[in-house]
């Protein structure tokens, strides 16, 4: 059975620094984070392919976070620059079996149990 351990996260001020870690159990996988605000939706937010060597962003993070993976621990890092209020949410770390970039939730096959952050004005 695959289990993503995650850590980090937790509470900011605007403009702060924060870096979520997820480390994954058994192959080396594609990893991804989302998350999800009260009310709102999933919304994908990073990918990593499975060798560390391809990232993709959501345009709402990019320039500001930076996903990164270590691929003989199998561990992913989500470092976030420059938070903003609308960064608060509950962070999913989750693993793919395929390969390519995906945005889909549903593409996912293994997800981790979610760290809060939260970043105050």
């Known amino acids: 059975q695959v289990q993503l351990v995650e850590s980090g996260g937790g509470s900011a001020e605007a403009g702060d620094s924060l870096r979520i870690t997820c480390t994954a159990s058994?192959?080396?996988?594609?990893m991804a984070w989302f998350r999800q605000a009260p009310g709102n939706e999933q919304e994908f937010v990073a990918q990593?392919?499975?060798?560390?060597?391809?990232?993709y962003y959501a345009d709402s993070v990019k320039g500001r976070f930076t996903i990164s993976k270590d691929e003989a621990e199998n561990t992913a890092w989500l470092h976030m620059n420059s938070l903003k209020p609308e960064d608060t949410a509950v962070y999913y770390c989750?693993?793919?079996?395929?390969?390519?970039?995906?945005?889909?939730?549903?593409?996912?096959?293994?997800w981790g149990q979610g760290t809060q952050v939260t970043v105050s004005s």
């Open positions: 989750a693993a793919r079996r395929g390969t390519g970039w995906s945005h889909r939730p549903d593409d996912y096959d293994y």
């Open positions: 990593v392919e499975w060798n560390g060597a391809t990232a």
């Open positions: 058994g192959r080396s996988f594609s």
